[in-house]
């Protein structure tokens, strides 16, 4: 089903099944020419079948359609190849595409976990049932590579695009002026905060994401569309509480390195506080634990760069503590 939300502007909730999330908000811009599709979900039946009923609830042919993708992630990417017709323009930020045509499956990933204390079979276990392993991309299309700071004009509205990486190192949010209304990807939720993960030593995906909320913060904004959940408006407070929520989390990490011998970012995950339902760490779904982990890479990363706290790699293992 379709919902308009401003004239010529609506929204596509696309069912995420076994997700958490529920939907993705995949919203459409009509326009006269080419009208603009943002987001589009997994690669999958489900997926595609919502897509084509509310495209043709509002009345415009897949043909007739041009893609904007806010970030990398196969819930926001992975039906694009499915849906895209040789007409479609795939508008994409240059970092996330970088990551894609050098991508090398999961198996660095795993590996990397592993350094950082998490059991890489049970790792490449979880892999196997995660949404962008089973329902991603079916093939690389060509990218428009769009830059910061582009406009892009569909319909009656004029979008700018702003990079806000942290969530991913290219995420891209759309901003149109006259309207006020920021569509987020999955920088800003309203009820959930972003997952800010961290699987490389050359980047700090939480001093990114902390500078992207700064970065946007005095834009006029009316009302957030995000990539998830509800619409909201409560902008500015919203952005506090999110950066308020990770300078807790760090103050938190450092407690943790605080109490005792040095520690692997798997094991500071296992004592940090989670907003899950589990009796103990060991009853933490696989997945769970992979995601947690990558959470806490990301606030010690953020901590050692600042030299609030250290690291050793003894036995192939990265170990974080805090020196007297």
Known sequence: ???????????????????????????????????????????????KNAMMEGLAEIGIAMDAVDIFITHLHADHFGLVTTIATDETKIYFNRPDGEIIENWQGFEPMVKYAGKHGFPEETLRQAIEQHPGYRHGTNWMP??????????????NYELICIQTPGHTPGHTCLYNEKHRFLIAGDHLL???????????????????????????????VERVLPGHRRIFTNYRERIDTLKEHHEKRL???????????PLSAYEVASRMKWDITAENWEAFPVAQKWFATGEAISHLRMLEKAGRIAANSKGGVVSYFREP
């Open 1 to 47: 089903m379709a919902e308009e939300l401003y004239p010529g502007l609506y929204r596509i909730k696309i069912p995420l099944p076994g997700s958490p999330l529920k939907n993705l908000n995949s919203y459409v811009i009509t326009g006269e020419g080419k009208s603009l599709v943002i987001d589009t979900g997994l690669n999958r039946e489900e997926c």
């Open 251 to 261: 103050q938190e990490v450092e407690s943790i390195l605080g109490q005792g011998p």
């Open 190 to 220: 309203e009820d959930i905060t972003p997952n800010i993960q961290c699987w490389s030593d050359d980047h700090d995906p939480l001093k990114s994401y902390m500078e992207s909320l700064d970065k946007i913060r005095d834009l006029p």
């Open 142 to 155: 060509d990218l428009r590579m769009i830059d910061d700071n582009e406009a892009l004009n569909y319909g």
